[in-house]
């Protein structure tokens, strides 16, 4: 899987290099190319924004300079362009095992109050928000699709983890506990000390999950549908 990225803060993109999505990338399962869009502003000063039209506040990233930087991406034919707006359509999990599947997304960040929309008209296929609220721009937005992308991209993490979580229908997991069986005066609940099936030790899992939840554990479904 390749992404390229564009973006005015290339360098906010850092926290990638680490843990599994950095480990991904040394080893080759996925590729990310950072493009610094305010390298393609013809501007002496390398103005990238402009005033809009019809006034109000804020500024708009100017068209010429997002298509250029755009339009230097080779071998794109095939990549789905991705632009990340809180006017967009709200991330699932369904949604990121399908961009799983594509071989090459290209993520558009904004900034200010946005990018001119003929740019957007003409380059972008999807639109795409991480929730009902408001970013200093589309950096953060594009990191948790690639993190939330790459875990379903081949041996990023193991299938195990991901054949898990198919099993337990796309709810969240159970709680989980590792050695001593006692501490703070808590014990590990008795179902996981004996020695199921791991099958059937999932399922116990999930069920202690489910009684558990008006306690202290939250019961979150992921919304696999639209
Ligand atoms: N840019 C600013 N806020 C955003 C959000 N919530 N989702 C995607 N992109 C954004």
């Keep these: 899987m390749k992404f390229d990225i564009l973006s005015l803060f290339p360098e906010m993109f850092e926290p990638l290099k680490s843990s599994i999505i950095g480990r991904a ?3 080759e399962f996925i590729k990310i190319n950072l493009i610094n869009i305010r390298d393609f502003s013809n501007d002496k000063h390398k103005k990238v924004d402009d005033t809009p039209y019809g006034g109000g506040a804020g500024m708009v990233m100017m068209q010429n300079v997002v298509y250029d930087a755009y339009s230097s991406i ?4 095939n990549a789905k362009v991705i632009y990340l707006t809180p006017q967009g359509k709200t991330l699932t999990q369904k949604k990121v095992v399908d961009l799983s599947k594509e071989k090459h997304l290209i993520l558009i ?4 109050e946005g990018i001119d929309q003929r ?3 003409e380059i972008v296929d999807e639109e795409i928000s991480i929730g009902d609220y408001v970013l200093t ?4 937005p594009a990191m948790v699709l690639i993190d939330s992308i790459s875990r379903y991209v081949e041996g990023v993490i193991s299938n195990e983890s991901i054949d898990e979580e198919s099993f337990s229908n796309g709810l969240l997991e159970y709680p989980h506990y590792t050695r001593p069986e006692k501490f703070l005066n808590k014990e590990v609940p008795e179902i ?4 199921k099936s791991s099958r059937d030790c999932k399922m116990e899992k999930t069920k202690i ?3 558990n939840k ?9 919304q696999f549908g639209d």
Excluded: A, M, P, Q
Excluded at 109 to 112: D, K, L, N, P, V
Excluded at 192 to 195: E, W
């Design 74 to 77: 080779e071998d794109k034919d």
């Design 137 to 140: 721009g589309g950096e953060l």
């Design 25 to 27: 990338e040394k080893n």
């Design 209 to 211: 999950y489910r009684n």
């Design 192 to 195: 996981l000390k004996s020695r």
């Design 109 to 112: 960040c904004g900034h200010y």
């Design 214 to 222: 008006n306690k202290k554990t939250r019961f979150v479904e992921l």
């Design 119 to 121: 740019v957007i008209d």
